[in-house]
């Protein structure tokens, strides 16, 4: 569950569309997303394993993250100095 950002569905790659968002951070907001997924979990059982197996599949930890900070910092670091002319 997230609170949904307005170009979130534009921007998060379809691989980790994994969940249910919500617009209005609060109670309601939050029930809405929790009754979908409860829903889901009722009427698709099939498709809720495949979401449940697909959100464990992926990799959280600090290290792949970690990782990944660290190419984006040195691909804007390289970009950055080739747009730089003395």
Not at 2 to 19: A, E, H, K, Y
Not at 23 to 50: I, T, V
Not at 64 to 83: D, F, G, H, I, W
């Amino acid at each position: 569950m997230i609170v949904s950002l307005m170009l979130m569905t534009d921007t998060v790659p379809l691989q980790f569309r994994n969940g249910y968002s919500f617009l209005s951070p609060d109670e309601q907001g939050l029930n809405g997303a929790l009754e979908r997924a409860f829903r889901h979990y009722l009427s698709k059982p099939e498709s809720w394993r495949q979401l449940v197996q697909k959100d464990m599949n992926i990799d959280f930890s600090w290290d792949t993250s970690a990782s990944q900070y660290e190419e984006l910092y040195s691909k804007s670091v390289a970009r950055a100095r080739a747009t730089v002319r003395p």
